[in-house]
């Protein structure tokens, strides 16, 4: 791509960033401007302990699948940072990056952490990048099929989008099949792009990140139909988080404030009252979302703290004097 042709699609994406930014306030404003506010707030009231304790399982479960990804990572790679250690610095980069943006969990913590453990640059940026595929290997391949099968039921007002809705899922599932079969059976395992070296991973480890991709998102709509009232199918719940999630990324909106929101409210205000939506809505965003980054933040600072004890004994400044040096130093 020309430079020329590299500023035009930088300009272009930035349009489309501030378009989003502005037109999804408006359109979630025009959908919740006649809210019952007490419905919202009975909906709420109406989660038991047990429910919501059931939801905060699912969602650690959840984060435990996503965090496992970088354990496929070290797998990859080969790096020695020990596997506790890699699922804590995972499990808060996640939650960060969820809640925050991609820059700064998924990039620059990420970085951050693993490269107080001596583990090189170029290296993080593989386990990065493996992550990305494991996670939307599973997506194309959940999404894909759901897609393909006429998931979700589409409102009669956007209906004739179905058929290209199909069309979408049957192109994943062949980009996710395509994948596969390269780590299978591609004779190249390897290419150096832009200075960075690609390796293909064997074909039993993408399938186990299409596994773990699969596995995460599964969780993840199961939270949100766990957290809905009785009415629309699971399946149905889950293509609708697909969509939502990836309006969320193509928005560029952190956490997705609003996409979530709009495109649930949109494509099920026909089964549930926009009430018991949006208090399902807040329920999953404070379980899926807030639960897991006010323990990352623990997290993090106990990280910082276990770096920092790692790193001291290795300044002779910072070493206590030998014990010669301690008994010539007492006092007389």
């Known amino acids: 791509m020309s430079e020329k042709s590299s500023k035009r699609w930088a300009w272009v994406r930035r349009i489309l960033n501030w378009a989003c930014f502005i037109l999804v306030p408006v359109f979630l404003y025009m959908l919740l401007h006649n809210m019952d506010w007490a419905e919202v707030w009975h909906g709420l009231r109406r989660y038991r302990w047990v429910t919501l304790a059931l939801g905060a399982a699912i969602a650690l479960a959840s984060y435990g699948v996503f965090s496992a990804f970088d354990l496929i990572g070290k797998r990859y790679t080969g790096h020695s940072v020990p596997n506790s250690q890699v699922l804590q610095i995972a499990f808060v980069c996640y939650a960060f990056n969820l809640n925050l943006s991609s820059w700064i969990g998924g990039i620059a913590l990420r970085y951050r952490l693993y490269g107080k453990r001596g583990v090189k640059v170029s290296t993080v940026t593989r386990i990065l990048s493996l992550g990305l595929v494991t996670n939307w290997s599973g997506y194309l391949l959940l999404g894909g099929a759901l897609f393909a099968l006429g998931l979700p039921p589409l409102p009669a007002s956007v209906e004739l989008g179905s058929v290209g809705l199909r069309l979408i ?8 099949v395509a994948y596969l079969l390269a780590c299978g059976y591609s004779k190249k395992r390897s290419w150096r792009v832009k200075g960075h070296d690609i390796n293909l991973p064997s074909f039993s480890m993408a399938l186990v990140q299409v596994t773990g991709g699969m596995l995460n998102w599964a969780l993840m709509g199961g939270l949100m139909y766990l957290l809905l009232p009785q009415g629309v199918s ?10 939502s999630s990836i309006a969320g990324v193509i928005a560029h909106i952190p956490a997705g404030l609003g996409v979530l929101e709009a495109v649930f409210i949109t494509l099920l205000h026909g089964q549930y009252g926009k009430g018991a939506l949006l208090a399902a809505l807040i329920a999953y965003r404070a379980l899926y979302f807030l639960l897991p980054l006010a323990i990352a933040c623990i997290g993090y600072l106990l990280l910082e703290r276990r770096a920092l004890a790692q790193a001291l004994p290795s300044h002779p400044e910072t070493q206590p004097p030998p014990a010669e040096q301690q008994e010539q130093q007492r006092p007389v």
């Open 234 to 243: 699971y399946p149905s719940v889950l293509a609708i988080l697909l969509i």
């Open 169 to 176: 899922g049957a192109a994943m599932l062949v980009t996710v």
